[in-house]
């Protein structure tokens, strides 16, 4: 059984960082793809970034390009979001997701966090 637990989330300034993490449990995550979603209030999860099992490749929205950076330690079963120059439009609980394959839509993940909150002031 997989189980992932996110943790970094928190009250920010705009223009503000912060790092998300993911922790996994389970003997398949240096061999699964990870992703990070996003979901703002009164609006639908959407993609934000997601990496492929070797962080190799990565993939990003164009919401978040150039300002977040996903990472991954296979050793550590952890993958990260790291979120510079924060808008107050970023603000979402963000759940990390793992898959077989490197995906931007949510049919392409099979274990969900309980997602973590982040809120950007203005």
């Known amino acids: 059984q997989v189980q992932l637990v996110e943790s970094g989330g928190g009250l920010v300034q705009a223009g503000g960082s912060l790092r998300l993490s993911c922790a996994a449990s389970g003997r398949t995550f240096s061999s699964s793809a990870m992703g990070w979603f996003r979901q703002a209030p009164g609006k639908e999860r959407e993609f934000a970034a997601a990496?492929?099992?070797?962080?190799?490749?990565?993939f990003y929205a164009d919401s978040v390009k150039g300002r977040f950076t996903i990472s991954r330690d296979n050793a550590k079963n952890t993958v990260y979001l790291q979120m510079n120059s924060l808008k107050p439009e970023d603000t979402a609980v963000y759940y990390c997701a793992q898959g077989t394959i490197v995906a931007k839509g949510e049919g392409s993940y099979d274990y969900w966090g309980q997602g973590t909150q982040v809120t950007v002031s203005s």
């Open positions: 990496i492929s099992w070797s962080g190799g490749s990565t």
